[in-house]
């Protein structure tokens, strides 16, 4: 997923100040429109770089900075009419907040309408937000607003750029995403193909087209048509639900806690009709109706011979192309529906038109059978687990605890425990055949399940399972995060497992007890004490590829080691919106006029002013006269060469004591 990175455009000593590690990547444009004699649309466009994000006005609880207006009422003169709105945007599924957050890229229109009671000039507000790309993150920046107005003029649009405007970006553009839905479906598909609705259909459908057509020319054209039909059957339904929903509706469904757990009650719907205890259907009359239109013959008979096929086949197709369906609506992308269902029908419908194409190949099919059902069960129990997805969702949202990852752990072992004995013949289902022995291919997946059941095991005590990250809820959504049965012990840190011990603002991170401090002057007044180099991580809880270091990099024994014994380690937040105390509360340095309110601000100044940066992670190792040991680095994803890094400053830092 990508990350969020903000502007911070600072003014130092009269002049900007300009430098590599320094980013400006969203630029504001502020105009006006009037609507009546007292009313009018305040319209601030954000253009963004190519390569960065900007986030929504609405993100959900434990996620990164949103995007926010505040506006000046001009003593009273001003009246805001509704919340200020935004355009569509897009969604991912964030992999370290696990949740699905909505951005811009290239472009972004905020607008907020307004009644204004006696003429005005102008009216100030400011915009506070942050932006991100694929390696860095920087903090929360705040910038002015004018939207200018001169009601005595016959111009009805004025513009005011901010922070000198770029040329026009581009479109967004959701490529990446509507590409996975797409394969995503397509494979999907393929799995329908092999359910006992619709294998046993493709050599008769074929065999009705080759003996009834005149040629082979025409039974391969009334295929290829009867192919055409399927896909545009189900590209119609994807089209139905972008237009039911709408743009607005799908970006809400992945966040709201309805929404969640009502495709968490489908997919339950859905997976326990796949296992047999019942069957989706619908009316018999409809496929009637549409079996008495498929005589008609020409290209009208063949569509509805291709309508019958999605009627007759809906008890196995039905589940998957609605887990589609509700796939790609969760994922924000008004399109997404769409594309699935061109993929889904694409694959569904490959098969009649190649062997139609090439009647021999039907030979090479092999029978109807048990097998057809056992692909049911099979999709079954991945539909049952997926449904725990959703409904991790919601309690994400509510942070209810109700589902940390250790439950949502132990319930997957289950499902895919029970998925392997089946596949091993141990369970049986009411729709099943009469098991004499097991084939190959089922005793390779029954071994791929079982081999993936143990490798969750572990999860239960902490172990990351970086192969499912997306979807059990982050490790610290737990109710232990050092892991179920986990009890702390002596690991030759400086300071005492017992926390009363503590150096006066230290803390220690879990699971691996690293010691650390969010407090500058302590965390130095420490390291003198005990006579080690300080490691300054400005960091952010917003920030992705900080938790990447944290969990990737600095868990490495080689790293982890030096982390907790040769360094004392400061981790400055510069998205901490907690209030600094009154006393502490002072003028800003790169914006003049404006007053640090966060300590939040306060690191992120520090690291602006000293260190010439404003993203995250940015690794600062230094010595007790706050002197650099080395030059500092951000995000290292290599762990070789981070702990090279680390290796040579602290080495700076031995040779610089002994002299």
């Not at 529906?337 to 009649?352: C, E, N, Q, R």
């Not at 009411?430 to 999860?459: E, K, N, Q, W």
Request: glycine share 8%; net charge negative; charged share 15%.
């Amino acid at each position: 997923m990508k990350k969020v990175i903000t502007i911070f455009i600072y003014l130092l000593a009269g002049h900007f100040f300009v430098s590599a590690q320094v980013f400006n990547p969203v630029k504001w444009n502020a105009s006006v429109e009037k609507l009546s004699d007292t009313e009018y649309m305040l319209i601030a466009e954000a253009q963004i770089e190519s390569g960065w994000h900007l986030y929504s006005q609405d993100v959900p609880e434990g996620g990164p900075i949103a995007t926010s207006f505040t506006f000046d009422d001009a003593n009273g003169k001003i009246t805001l009419i509704g919340n200020t709105i935004e355009e569509e945007g897009h969604s991912v599924n964030d992999p370290v907040f696990d949740m699905v957050i909505k951005f811009f890229e290239n472009e972004a229109v905020f607008k907020q309408k307004i009644k204004v009671s006696e003429p005005v000039e102008s009216i100030q507000a400011f915009v506070e937000f942050m932006s991100c790309d694929d390696t860095k993150c920087s903090p929360p920046t705040e910038v002015d607003l004018t939207f200018n107005i001169n009601s005595s003029s016959s111009v009805e649009k004025t513009n005011t750029t901010v922070e000198s405007n770029t040329e026009s970006a581009p479109p967004v553009k959701e490529t990446k995403g509507l590409w996975g839905i797409f394969f995503i479906a397509f494979f999907s598909g393929f799995a329908a193909l092999l359910t006992p609705c619709v294998f046993p259909m493709i050599p008769m459908t074929v065999s009705f087209f080759t003996k009834q057509s005149k040629t082979k020319a025409a039974g391969i054209k009334n295929a290829i048509i009867y192919g055409v039909s399927i896909i545009v059957i189900y590209v119609l339904l994807g089209t139905l639900v972008s237009l039911i929903f709408g743009a607005d509706a799908l970006n809400a469904l992945s966040t709201n806690v309805w929404f969640n757990l009502a495709f968490f009650i489908l997919l339950i719907i859905f997976a326990t009709s796949f296992l047999g205890a019942f069957e989706i259907m619908l009316p018999n009359s409809w496929a009637n109706k549409v079996d008495s239109q498929a005589d008609r013959g020409g290209l009208i008979g063949i569509f509805f011979m291709a309508l019958a096929l999605a009627i007759v086949s809906f008890s196995c197709t039905g589940p998957i192309v609605g887990t589609l369906l509700v796939e790609a609506a969760s994922g924000g992308s008004q399109s997404g529906p769409i594309v699935g269902m061109l993929g889904f029908s694409l694959a569904i419908a490959l098969p009649f038109a190649l062997f139609a194409a090439f009647p021999g190949w039907l030979n090479s099919l092999p029978k109807s059978g048990g097998w057809l059902n056992t692909v049911k069960v099979v999709l079954g129990f991945l539909e049952l687990a997926l449904a725990f997805k959703f409904l991790s969702n919601a309690d994400l949202v509510l942070q209810l605890h109700w589902l940390e990852r250790e439950v949502f752990i132990a319930i997957w072992i289950a499902i895919f425990g029970a998925l392997a004995m089946y596949l091993f013949g141990k369970i049986q289902l009411p729709h099943d055949s009469p098991l004499s022995h097991i084939s190959v291919g089922r005793l390779s997946l029954g071994l791929l399940s079982l081999a993936f059941t143990i490798y969750m095991i572990p999860g239960l005590w902490g172990a990351p399972l970086n192969l499912i990250s997306a979807f059990p809820p982050p490790q610290h959504y737990s109710e232990s995060p050092y892991g179920v049965g986990f009890t702390q012990l002596g690991s030759g840190n400086t300071a005492s497992n017992n926390h009363e011990d503590l150096p006066d603002g230290a803390h220690l991170m879990p699971p691996h007890d690293i010691l650390a401090f969010n407090d500058y002057d302590k965390g130095l007044a420490y390291a003198k004490k005990v006579g080690k180099p300080v490691m300054i991580d400005f960091t952010g809880h917003a920030c992705v590829n900080c938790r990447k270091m944290e969990q990737n990099v600095w868990v490495k024994p080689q790293v982890l080691e030096k982390l907790k014994n040769d360094v004392v380690l400061i981790s400055l937040y510069v998205d901490d919106k907690r209030k600094l105390k009154d006393n502490e509360i002072v003028d800003s340095k790169l914006r003049p006029g404006k007053k640090l309110k966060y300590i939040g601000q306060k690191w992120s100044e520090l690291q602006t002013i000293k260190y010439k940066a404003n993203t995250q992670p940015m690794y600062v190792l230094m010595d007790h006269n706050e002197d650099n040991l080395i030059e500092p680095v951000a995000y290292t994803p290599n762990v070789d060469d981070y702990n090279s890094w680390l290796e040579k400053g602290i080495s700076n830092f031995k040779n610089q004591e002994g002299k």
